[in-house]
Nanobody, 115 residues
Framework: QVQLVESGGGLVPPGGSLTLSCAAS????????MGWYRQAPGKEREVVAI???????TYRDSVEGRFTISRDNAKNMVYLQMNDLKPEDTARYFC?????????WGQGTQVTVSS
């Protein structure tokens, strides 16, 4: 069973930085898609950044230039580097891994941006 565990969230002031990590059980395959999503209270879950199995990377417009997704298949890890954080980035952040045969979500890690 694929399992994802996120870490690295916390409380940061506006303009601060955080790096989120997602550790995957088993191996991250070249054919896996990996992504970060977030959900704020009372709002729909939304995509933050994804990297597809063909290497296409996309970012939500509001985070492009500030966030960077990366993956290390050999280490079974995916990361989200977040810079210049804004209050509107406050949300619970989730890691996702999917393929044609599975679709797994982590439990999430809370990011709160506030002074």
């Amino acid at each position: 069973q694929v399992q994802l565990v996120e870490s690295g969230g916390g409380l940061v002031p506006p303009g601060g930085s955080l790096t989120l990590s997602c550790a995957a059980s088993g191996s991250i395959l070249k054919t896996d898609g990996m992504g970060w999503y977030r959900q704020a209270p009372g709002k729909e879950r939304e995509v933050v950044a994804i990297r597809t199995s063909i290497g296409h990377t996309t970012y939500r417009d509001s985070v492009e230039g500030r966030f960077t997704i990366s993956r290390d298949n050999a280490k079974n890890m995916v990361y989200l580097q977040m810079n210049d954080l804004k209050p509107e980035d406050t949300a619970r952040y989730f890691c996702r891994r999917w393929s044609g045969t599975y679709d797994e979500w982590g439990q999430g890690t809370q990011v709160t941006v506030s002074s």
